[in-house]
């Protein structure tokens, strides 16, 4: 081979070990994931359910993937400011979210969003709670009875709150409301935490939300959207118990923006699980009130493609639906 072959092979053989150290470097980077810190975004405010679901995984999930992952408060709009702002992040692995129900099943059928269902990878389901009649500090009655009654006989005087129109708890305490026959006045507020604070300062006279809100704040519970009592507050009876046969929770889990690569799915589809079964995870959990739940992706996607079709129904029959 003249000198002018040798050059030439000589080059197809650097240009080939090139070639083979990119590959190898970018299956290095793949592996590499999480190679520095995963946002968290909270679509609510600091101290809500969401919130404080969120701080209670942060530590297992971090230890999981032996990276540290940092929580985002970005509330406002039913938490659809939050959910929009994971949907259009780069799908790389580093900006995810923990959504509850509402932004995805229910605020789809209310108002024009920037995003659907199909804009997120559904990573896994973390927790489901029952919800619950939380009443005012201050309200003028202590059951559900009395808040019927005060509706009936002053409409206007009856305030209740929710995290927003058309909110899980919004349509819950909706519900109630219509099958009793009662007018009230709602006050949509930003999250449970500003809510929760409404009530304890006379603002608001009942709300619907998860078991941890009364629980951190002390406020009275009237009743249970559950088929059954549920084991933290035995003493509460259901609605259903009271005449107005309605159950609902607020589940949430990991989601991503769509596009998320498969192998980086399936890193932190193990890591949510790994995180949700830990004792750290299920004894904060349980200091709330909350009951952790896990699935995987393509069931938690499952349901909740399930539940959007039946909150559309039912905010079609409650006048509310923009379809």
């Given at each position: 081979?003249?000198?002018?072959?040798?050059k030439?092979?000589?080059?197809?053989?650097?240009?080939?070990?090139?070639?083979?150290?990119?590959?190898?470097?970018?299956?290095?980077?793949?592996?590499?994931?999480?190679?520095?810190?995963?946002?968290l975004?909270?679509?609510?405010?600091?101290?809500?359910?969401?919130?404080?679901?969120?701080r209670?995984?942060?530590?297992?999930?971090?230890q999981?993937?032996?990276?540290?992952?940092?929580?985002?408060?970005r509330?406002?709009?039913?938490?659809?400011?939050?959910?929009?702002?994971?949907?259009?992040?780069r799908?790389?692995?580093y900006?995810?979210?923990?959504?509850?129900?509402?932004?995805?099943?229910?605020?789809?059928?209310?108002?024009?969003?920037?995003?659907?269902?199909?804009?997120?990878?559904?990573?896994?389901?973390?927790?489901?709670?029952?919800?619950?009649?939380?009443?005012?500090?201050?309200?003028?009655?202590?059951?559900?009875?009395?808040?019927?009654?005060l509706?009936?006989?002053?409409?206007?005087?009856?305030?209740y709150?929710?995290?927003?129109?058309?909110?899980?708890?919004?349509?819950?305490?909706?519900?109630?409301?219509?099958?009793?026959?009662?007018?009230?006045?709602?006050a949509?507020?930003?999250?449970a935490?500003?809510?929760?604070?409404?009530?304890?300062?006379?603002?608001?006279?009942?709300?619907?939300?998860?078991?941890?809100?009364?629980?951190?704040?002390?406020?009275?519970?009237?009743?249970?959207?559950n088929?059954?009592?549920?084991?933290?507050?035995p003493?509460?009876?259901?609605?259903?118990?009271?005449?107005?046969?309605?159950?609902?929770?607020?589940?949430?889990?990991?989601v991503?923006?769509?596009?998320?690569?498969d192998?980086?799915?399936a890193?932190?589809?193990?890591?949510?699980?790994?995180?949700v079964?830990?004792?750290?995870?299920?004894?904060?959990?349980?200091?709330?009130?909350?009951?952790?739940?896990y699935?995987?992706?393509?069931?938690?996607?499952?349901?909740?493609?399930?539940?959007?079709?039946?909150?559309?129904?039912?905010?079609?029959?409650?006048?509310?639906?923009?379809?």
């Open positions: 081979m003249g000198g002018g072959g040798w030439r092979a000589g080059r197809r053989g650097l240009g080939l070990l090139a070639a083979l150290a990119l590959l190898a470097g970018g299956a290095a980077a793949q592996e590499a994931y999480p190679a520095r810190p995963i946002q975004v909270v679509p609510y405010p600091p101290g809500g359910n969401t919130d404080l679901m969120a209670a995984l942060q530590q297992s999930l971090s999981a993937l032996n990276q540290s992952v940092v929580i985002v408060n509330g406002g709009a039913s938490g659809t400011i939050g959910d929009a702002e994971v949907a259009r992040a799908p790389d692995g900006t995810i979210g923990l959504s509850p129900n509402t932004p995805l099943t229910a605020q789809t059928h209310l108002v024009p969003l920037s995003y659907s269902l199909g804009s997120f990878r559904f990573l896994c389901l973390v927790y489901d709670n029952p919800q619950v009649l939380v009443l005012g500090r201050q309200a003028p009655f202590r059951d559900i009875a009395g808040m019927v009654a509706g009936r006989t002053k409409p206007e005087a009856l305030v709150g929710s995290p927003g129109q058309g909110s899980t708890q919004h349509i819950l305490i909706a519900r109630l409301l219509r099958r009793a026959g009662v007018e009230a006045l709602h949509p507020f930003s999250g935490g500003p809510m929760a604070q409404a009530a304890l300062g006379g603002q608001i006279m009942a709300f619907v939300e998860s078991p941890s809100i009364p629980v951190s704040t002390g406020l009275p519970v009237a009743g249970v959207f088929a059954e009592r549920i084991a933290a507050l003493e509460v009876p259901t609605v259903t118990e009271a005449g107005y046969p309605i159950v609902g929770s607020s589940a949430g889990g990991l991503a923006p769509a596009g998320l690569p192998a980086i799915a890193v932190l589809e193990r890591a949510c699980g790994e995180a079964a830990s004792e750290s995870f299920r004894t904060a959990a349980a200091r709330l009130n909350s009951v952790p739940s699935a995987g992706g393509a069931a938690f996607r499952e349901r909740f493609a399930a539940e959007s079709e039946s909150n559309r129904q039912v905010l079609q029959d409650l006048g509310m639906a923009r379809e």
